[in-house]
């Protein structure tokens, strides 16, 4: 896998593009130049984890015979400065899946789980650094 990233502007804007071909804007905090035209990279982490997961649960529910109708996935990171140098990486980090439809509690627990532990590759990446942990609710 490639991505590709340009410098939109004189600071700290930048678009990426994947092989799927969709721009993601990328932009630094406003205190040392940024100008919020996109998510800062460490936040696009966290959305990386969030969505590799969400796209694993709705797979494994509709397997499952589940009806969803909605899916919110609210996604955490606690960060911890690394002494000697600029760092934080995330050390905690918690992914609350907010279910709406006829969902079944144990088959949505199973299919989060399976998520964490056998399909996202974004949670293998991120958990010999990190603590990930999930929660969930359904709406019915």
Not at 26 to 31: F, G, H, I, S
Not at 51 to 56: K, L, N, W
Not at 67 to 76: C, F, G, R, T, Y
């Amino acid at each position: 896998m490639e991505v590709s990233i340009k410098r939109v502007n004189d600071a700290f804007h930048f678009e990426a593009v994947g092989v799927s071909g969709v721009p993601n804007h990328m932009d630094a905090n406003p205190e040392i130049g940024g100008v919020h035209a996109g998510a800062r990279p460490m936040e696009m982490l966290l959305m990386g984890l969030g969505g590799c997961s969400a796209i694993d649960v709705l797979l494994i529910l509709k397997k499952q015979r589940q009806e969803v109708h909605d899916l919110e996935i609210k996604v955490s990171g606690e960060r911890e400065k690394i002494d000697g140098t600029e760092m934080s990486p995330f050390r905690r980090i918690n992914l609350h899946f907010i279910l709406t439809g006829p969902i079944d509690p144990i088959k949505a627990e199973k299919a989060i789980q399976l998520s964490m532990d056998k399909y996202c590759s974004a949670t293998a990446q991120l958990q010999s650094s990190a603590v990930i942990t999930f929660s969930f609710a359904i709406i019915s």
